[in-house]
């Protein structure tokens, strides 16, 4: 079966660069959901869509912006990027919000 | 706000053996969804299991099951017959029910699981 996927899989960026994390959803699935996990932590959600509008906002920093396109594909944008930034970003994508959420391979982010 | 606590931070059993991971959870909420995620060394996040809070029966998943207490707000992990492929730090999540708004998973901090020779 398709399973959800993200690119790039790894990714270092110097600090105040700029970032820009993929993620395809499961096919037919409607609804996008971000989240990041840092060393040793559990995953904190940051933002979620549902066909193509913004449903949901966790604790997403000012620096972050996200956007689910017509093919219901998602894009994090990450801007003046910080050493904290450096985590597993994970996107997960469900078959409209109220179903169980799959999650892809993630992305680990290191800024240097 | 929800909360999801795991108070086991770390687990092991041995191979063929039954091990119980236990979770528990905060809420006002009388309807909602919980859910064990496993997280093997390659950290992608797979899905264990699913328990939806209106229903009395317990989820279970061929060697993975659940023991939901809704009074207790308990919702602990049965794994029976562990194989060494169990070994992965595993997370208790909670989700608000249908209506809420809100679908984000809260995650517990997690019980890494070793599984002995």
């Known amino acids: 079966a398709a399973g959800v996927i993200q690119s790039p899989r790894h990714l270092i960026k110097e600090k105040r660069e700029t970032a820009t994390l993929k993620c395809y959803p499961i096919?037919?699935?409607?609804?996008v959901y971000w989240y990041q996990q840092g060393p040793g932590q559990d995953p904190q959600f940051l933002i979620s869509?549902?066909?193509?509008?913004?449903?949901d906002k966790g604790s997403i920093p000012d620096r972050f912006s996200a956007q689910q396109f017509s093919d219901y594909h998602s894009e994090l944008n990450m801007s003046s990027l910080e050493l904290g930034d450096s985590a597993l970003y994970f996107c997960?994508?469900?078959?409209?919000?109220?179903?169980?959420?799959?999650f892809g391979p993630g992305t680990r982010l290191t800024v240097l | 706000a929800q909360t999801v606590t795991q108070s086991q931070p770390e687990m092991s059993v041995q191979e063929a053996e039954t091990v119980t991971l236990s979770c528990t959870y905060d809420?006002?909420?009388?309807?909602?969804?919980l859910f064990w995620y496993k997280q093997p060394p390659s950290r992608q996040m797979i899905l264990v299991i699913r328990?939806?809070?209106?229903?009395?029966q317990n989820a279970t998943e061929n060697r993975f099951s659940v023991n939901f207490q809704k009074a207790a707000k308990s919702f602990s992990l049965k794994i029976s017959d562990s194989q060494l492929g169990d070994a992965a730090m595993y997370f208790c999540?909670?989700?608000?029910?249908?209506?809420?708004?809100?679908?984000?998973?809260?995650f517990g901090k997690g019980t890494k699981l070793s599984v002995i020779p």
């Open positions: 997960a994508s469900s078959l409209r919000a109220l179903d169980t959420q799959y």
């Open positions: 096919p037919r699935h409607d609804t």
């Open positions: 869509f549902y066909e193509k509008m913004q449903s």
């Open positions: 809420t006002s909420e009388s309807d909602y969804y």
């Open positions: 328990q939806e809070a209106y229903k009395q």
């Open positions: 999540a909670y989700r608000r029910p249908s209506g809420a708004g809100s679908y984000q998973l809260t």
